[in-house]
T-cell receptor, first 111, second 109 residues
Framework: NAGVTQTPKFQVLKTGQSMTLQCAQD?????MYWYRQDPGMGLRLIYY???????DKGEVPNGYNVSRLNKREFSLRLESAAPSQTSVYFC??????????FGEGSWLTVV | GIQVEQSPPDLILQEGANSTLRCNFS?????LQWFHQNPWGQLINLFY???GTKQNGRLSATTVATERYSLLYISSSQTTDSGVYFC???????????FGTGTRLQVTL
């Protein structure tokens, strides 16, 4: 079972560059999420999608955009990367109001 | 929004010892989950437990929703239990979760 798959796993960007993190789930979940985790901290919600065709801001949405391409895929885009966006990014999915399953994380460094 | 606090922030145990991790939340919740993040960064869901008690092997969890806290019990700890344990709570129907800052557990031989 693949579960939640996110790519790339590691990426180094220069300040001002753009990139897209891809995420796909094969569990037929309605809801998908993007979180970021900074050293010594818990996870903070960037954006979420409660169902196909809808997206909403989370706690820390500035500097990011998302696209719920279909039920399986939810991408996160950094339009102009900044050093403050250096973090580990986790994609996750769930059935509404139920257990959340995480991908393995994407380590992003902005220099 | 909802606030989630975990204690203790750090815990060192000898293998075989028992421990209790606590999670306090500031509002009524309909979603409460516990996660283990292993040393490689992987996040594993341990329990979905908005109320009541559940057990899975050496781990068990209890949530007292009316008093706004949840407890995670680890019995007969093993070195593989090391890592960070996160509690996350949410309200509403969209399953958005707010995470605590975690309890870092180190189990030594």
């Amino acid at each position: 079972n693949a579960g939640v798959t996110q790519t790339p796993k590691f990426q180094v960007l220069k300040t001002g560059q753009s990139m897209t993190l891809q995420c796909a789930q094969d569990m037929n979940h309605n809801s998908m999420y993007w979180y970021r985790q900074d050293p010594g901290m818990g996870l903070r919600l960037i954006y979420y999608s409660a169902s196909e065709g809808t997206t909403d801001k989370g706690e820390v949405p500035n500097g990011y955009n998302v696209s719920r391409l279909n039920k399986r895929e939810f991408s996160l885009r950094l339009e102009s990367a900044a050093p403050s966006q250096t973090s580990v990014y986790f994609c996750a999915s769930s059935s509404t109001g139920n257990t959340i399953y995480f991908g393995e994380g994407s380590w992003l460094t902005v220099v | 929004g909802i606030q989630v606090e975990q204690s203790p922030p750090d815990l060192i145990l000898q293998e075989g010892a028992n421990s209790t991790l606590r999670c306090n939340f500031s509002d009524s919740v309909n979603n409460l989950q516990w996660f283990h993040q292993n040393p490689w960064g992987q996040l594993i869901n341990l329990f979905y437990i908005p109320s009541g008690t559940k057990q899975n092997g050496r781990l068990s969890a209890t949530t007292v929703a009316t008093e706004r806290y949840s407890l995670l019990y680890i019995s007969s700890s093993q070195t593989t239990d090391s890592g960070v344990y996160f509690c996350a709570a949410g309200t509403g129907t969209a399953s958005k979760l707010t995470f605590g800052t975690g309890t870092r557990l180190q189990v030594t031989l």
